[in-house]
């Protein structure tokens, strides 16, 4: 304990660093395990897709979603879904939603904003569409 306090007060800066990323991990940790949002795999998509209809809500613009999108998503651009426009989603609110972007990183606040609005269970699937396809995962084109 007395090098932990010797080593502190020699390095105060490094020390302060990893404090606050200590704080950070937990923060971020606890902020997951009660958040109403969930990150699933794409096994775990899959699997809600084929025995749970969900829907797939796809945030990029519509250029890349005519790219490469998965078979019967629903496409409401984030910016959309953050000023509460997306009454074309308002017949599936008892249904799973599964929010997808481009690589994963995007779609937490689109679907945090769906939750807000009475969505009963909405997930973010990780990686996104990136990660669909780099597991080989099927994408229509065009639409």
Known sequence: MQEIMQFASNNPILSLAWVILLVLV??????????KVKTITRGEATHLMNKEDAVIVDVRGRDEFRKGHISNSVNVQAADIKKGSFSELEKYKSQPLIVVCASGHTAHESATKLSQAGFEKVSVMKDGISGWNGDNLPLVRGK
């Open 26 to 35: 937990i923060v971020t940790t606890a902020k997951g395990m009660f958040s």
